[in-house]
């Protein structure tokens, strides 16, 4: 009886698991598509920053250009439907927790598609122009750039959502306090062991393989964990006061 009642659970996970990916791949489709008639304004927002170093960028390829705008349109897609990719993530987590707990994570949902838009807006005006402004520096007379469009908006978009998703880190973090499973002093205890899990998740999440990348995204999230284990104690206290605990 037992195990035809694991089995039962094992199944409905699964379809949920189904149905929540439907859900997220039918959003990421449809704000693809619409992204797609609204891919040529987009493409000059995404090169914007190179364009203030160099005025013309090539393709290489007969096809390369449409590439392109399918690539900027995906792009698009996935920060427009983030608010739903993120809601479906925490709603298939939900159905395990209490009704306070569900709250919370609902809230945290928010919080994530927030703090996702976050990491690539702090990406697009301040990481990107520095980085091109460093790498474009090294040219001389005899050297100089020629910059396939295929290969820049590869570069700029795995940035942007790399640090969007970096930034979305500290709330899996919070909430995770919240609900009792992780402690503040934990977190500080393992803040040496943070630190270089944080540069090796930078080394993988940058497109680049070079250290300055890698140290543009290993910084702020640094900052991030701090700024975490701030909240996260906050938390503590706040939750030790309701509880009349000392």
Same mark, same amino acid.
């Given at each position: ?55 013309? !960028?090539?393709?290489?390829?007969? =096809?390369?250009? &449409? /590439?392109?705008? #399918?690539?900027? $349109?995906?792009? @698009?897609?996935? +920060? ?65 750039? !020629?910059?396939?469009?295929?290969? =820049?908006?590869? &570069? /700029?978009?795995? #940035?942007?959502? $790399?640090?969007? @998703?970096?930034? +979305? ?78």
């Amino acid at each position: 009886m037992n195990r035809d009642f694991e089995e039962f659970e094992w199944t409905a996970h699964l379809e949920e698991l189904r149905r929540r990916l439907f859900v997220i791949l039918a959003a990421l489709a449809a704000a693809s598509l619409v992204a797609f008639f609204f891919s040529d304004p987009i493409f000059h927002a995404l090169t914007r920053p190179i364009r203030v170093f160099e005025e013309k !960028l090539y393709f290489l390829s007969p =096809y390369e250009a &449409f /590439l392109v705008k #399918l690539k900027v $349109s995906l792009f @698009a897609g996935v +920060v427009l439907s983030s608010p739903v990719i993120f809601a479906q993530i925490w709603l298939f987590v939900a159905p395990g927790l209490y009704e306070r707990e569900k709250k919370l994570v609902l809230l945290s949902a928010c919080w994530t598609a927030l703090c996702f838009a976050a990491g690539i807006v702090f990406a697009y005006f301040l990481v990107a122009p520095f980085a091109l402004k460093f790498f474009l520096g090294f040219q001389t007379p005899d050297l100089r750039p !020629l910059i396939s469009i295929r290969e =820049y908006i590869s &570069f /700029l978009t795995a #940035l942007l959502i $790399s640090f969007g @998703a970096a930034f +979305v880190f500290p709330v899996f973090l919070l909430l995770l306090v919240q609900l009792g499973i992780l402690e503040a002093s934990t977190l500080a205890r393992q803040r040496r062991l943070a630190v270089v899990v944080i540069f090796v998740a930078s080394a993988m999440l940058t497109p680049s393989t070079d250290i300055l990348s890698q140290l543009l995204l290993a910084v702020p999230l640094i900052l991030l964990f701090e700024g975490s284990l701030f909240f996260a104690r906050r938390i503590e206290r706040r939750k030790a006061a309701g509880s009349g605990r000392p």
